[in-house]
């Protein structure tokens, strides 16, 4: 990790209908990191990912990446940062194989435009050959070189989780949120998964998750931030937050004399 702030939530808060979601929420995550987002559910974790990712807008507090206020962004302005998510929820398109999911996601990056694509240009025709060999190449990484005309939502849940990673990665993304990576994944799966977000860091990539799978989430993150009813209620190590009071009653609930 290089000590360098990458995302940063100063007092951020978000009410709907008089619920306050999230009150005055602070979150740092460090360039290089694993970082964890843990708590209750209902406890404001995916209100924050929404609202990193620009699906909604804080009512107070400011977000920055990379020391720039991104409070304001849309989607599409954030995901040209190099922002990018997956959802708890796959979202992946019938009818569309694996190799043009990770397509769609380097074709983001290209500068030909609409036109000289349909014409064929040779500008176009370069760009599709460099993004051929990119899609080949994240394919291998993510082992789905195999099954690359498949259709994804025809495959079990394992591999439709490394295509929506794979997909995700094609974007090359700065930072990388993953929502809920692990839900339905058999402990093999989950190991393999596990492996995959850490060669993603390895190659450069910020990840923050929301994960319920504690072994999951204790396995792999640096460093964890605890969420309770929409308060940031502590932050720390694995190790140090698993034995933090707050974060055992959040999970557990207080002790009484009873």
Avoid: C, W
Wanted: charged share 20%.
């Amino acid at each position: 990790m290089s000590g360098r702030v990458s995302l940063e939530a100063s007092g951020v808060s978000k009410v709907f209908g008089g619920i306050r979601a999230l009150d005055n929420v602070d979150v740092r995550v460090d360039e290089g990191e694993i970082h964890g987002l843990i708590g209750p559910n209902g406890a404001g974790k995916t209100t924050f990912f929404n609202i990193i990712t620009g699906f909604y807008r804080s009512d107070g507090g400011t977000l920055t990446f990379q020391g720039e206020d991104i409070s304001q962004s849309t989607p599409a302005e954030l995901a040209q940062r190099g922002i990018t998510r997956t959802f708890q929820n796959l979202q992946l398109f019938e009818e569309m194989t694996v190799a043009e999911h990770v397509m769609v996601g380097y074709h983001r990056h290209g500068t030909a435009g609409f036109v000289a694509g349909l014409l064929g240009t040779r500008h176009a025709r370069q760009e599709h050959r460099r993004a051929v060999e990119m899609v080949d190449a994240t394919l291998e990484r993510f082992d789905l070189l195999g099954i690359a005309d498949a259709f994804a939502t025809e495959l079990p849940l394992g591999h439709q989780r490394r295509v929506e990673l794979a997909r995700a990665m094609a974007l090359q993304p700065k930072i990388l949120l993953l929502d809920e990576p692990a839900s339905g994944l058999n402990a093999v799966e989950a190991a393999e998964l596990m492996e995959l977000i850490r060669s993603i860091r390895s190659g450069g990539t910020t990840v923050m998750l929301v994960e319920h799978d504690m072994p999951v989430m204790m396995g792999l993150a640096d460093t964890i931030t605890v969420f309770d009813f929409g308060i940031s209620i502590a932050r720390g190590t694995p190790a140090e937050v698993r034995e933090m009071p707050q974060v055992i009653a959040a999970y557990l609930g207080e002790e009484t004399d009873d």
